[in-house]
Nanobody, 124 residues
Framework: QVQLVESGGGSVQPGGSLRLSCAAS????????MGWFHQAPGKEREFVAG????????NYGDSVKGRFTISRDNAKNTVYLQMNSLKPEDTAVYYC?????????????????WGQGTQVTVSA
C-alpha cells in the first residue's frame, strides 16, 4: 500500500497557475504509475493526467491538454501537477492516485491507492 498526501491547492483567478504536489510513502514509489483526477460537486471523478513509472510516458484528459503538465521525482517520492491558464471549470477537488502497474492509466479502477484530495477553486 502507498500513502499519498496532496498539497498546493487553493484559490486562484482565471488565467492563473497552481502547482500541486503529491508525496508518497510506503511501497517503492518508483515502480508505480501515478495519476491525478479531479471531482467537481455532483460529478464523477475524472481523469486529469497520468505518468508512467519512469516518467517517460504521460497522458492527459482532453480538457487540460496544453495547459497542465504532470511530472515526477522518484528520488523525492513525489509527483507534481503544474496547472497553467486555469479556468473556472477546473474548480474541483484534485486527487493523487497510485497504481500497482507501471504504465500510464486513465481510469479510476486501475488505481489502488488514493490521497485525501486538495481543493482547487478558480474564480474572479
Amino acid at each position: 500500500q502507498v500513502q499519498l498526501v496532496e498539497s498546493g491547492g487553493g484559490s486562484v483567478q482565471p488565467g492563473g497557475s497552481l502547482r500541486l504536489s503529491c508525496a508518497a510513502s510506503g511501497r517503492t514509489f518508483s515502480n508505480n504509475a501515478m495519476g491525478w483526477f479531479h471531482q467537481a460537486p455532483g460529478k464523477e471523478r475524472e481523469f486529469v493526467a497520468g505518468i508512467s513509472w519512469s516518467g517517460g510516458s504521460t497522458n492527459y484528459g482532453d480538457s487540460v491538454k496544453g495547459r497542465f503538465t504532470i511530472s515526477r521525482d522518484n528520488a523525492k517520492n513525489t509527483v507534481y501537477l503544474q496547472m497553467n491558464s486555469l479556468k473556472p471549470e477546473d474548480t474541483a477537488v484534485y486527487y493523487c492516485a497510485a497504481s500497482n502497474l507501471r504504465f500510464v492509466l486513465t481510469t479510476t479502477k486501475m488505481y489502488n491507492d488514493w490521497g485525501q484530495g486538495t481543493q482547487v477553486t478558480v474564480s474572479a
